[in-house]
């Protein structure tokens, strides 16, 4: 089985994780109905808490980079605040999350803020997400900088 999901930078383990790594990950580090906590949203989540923990966040990570090579979009956001609610949906039936639901894997943060309001936003529910990279510094970001460049990109979906 191919990896879905790389896990690296500030880490003492990095990992390539498969979606059967994913299913295998202990029952506290996951969420199985992302519905009850964000009720539009279907399917089961491993908790980033959860990964984090298995790679061994190092004490001076402080950004999240969540890296998608299938559509080349990035973010690069605060980690102390997304790092107990964060969650990774990888599970829709038994399957991987379908494409259409931004799948295999799609990072998703139930509270989060609207569209370019604040650093951590709807924009940062990276969808197709293959790569999470711990940093000190904040890492590359390709999120859409004002209202024009931010409708083409949803006129794209
Ligand atoms: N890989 C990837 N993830 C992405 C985007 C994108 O273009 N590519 N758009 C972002 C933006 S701007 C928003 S508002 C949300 C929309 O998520 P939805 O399609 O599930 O409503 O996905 C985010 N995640
Ligand atoms: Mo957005």
């Known amino acids: 089985m ?5 896990i690296s930078g500030q880490v003492e383990k990095p990992l390539q994780l498969t979606f059967a790594d994913l299913q295998a990950i202990a029952a506290e580090h996951q969420l199985p109905d992302v519905s009850t ?3 539009k949203r279907q399917g089961s989540a491993v908790k980033l808490a959860g ?19 299938t559509d080349d979009f990035h ?31 799609r990072f998703f943060i139930p509270d989060h803020a609207a569209c370019r309001v604040d650093e951590i936003d709807e924009c940062a529910n990276l969808k197709f997400v293959d790569h999470l990279e711990l940093t000190v510094e904040k890492g590359y970001d390709n999120r859409p900088e ?12």
């Open 146 to 157: 004002d209202e024009d460049e931010h409708e083409q990109l949803h006129a794209k979906e």
């Open 51 to 69: 990964l984090l923990s298995l790679a061994g966040a190092r004490p001076e990570a402080s950004f999240l980079g969540l890296h998608s090579s």
């Open 75 to 105: 973010a690069s956001i605060p980690l102390g605040p997304v790092l107990d609610r964060g969650l990774l949906i990888y599970e829709l039936n038994g399957q991987p999350l379908p494409v259409a639901q931004g799948g295999p894997l």
């Open 2 to 6: 191919n990896p879905v999901l790389q």
């Open 37 to 39: 906590v964000a009720p």
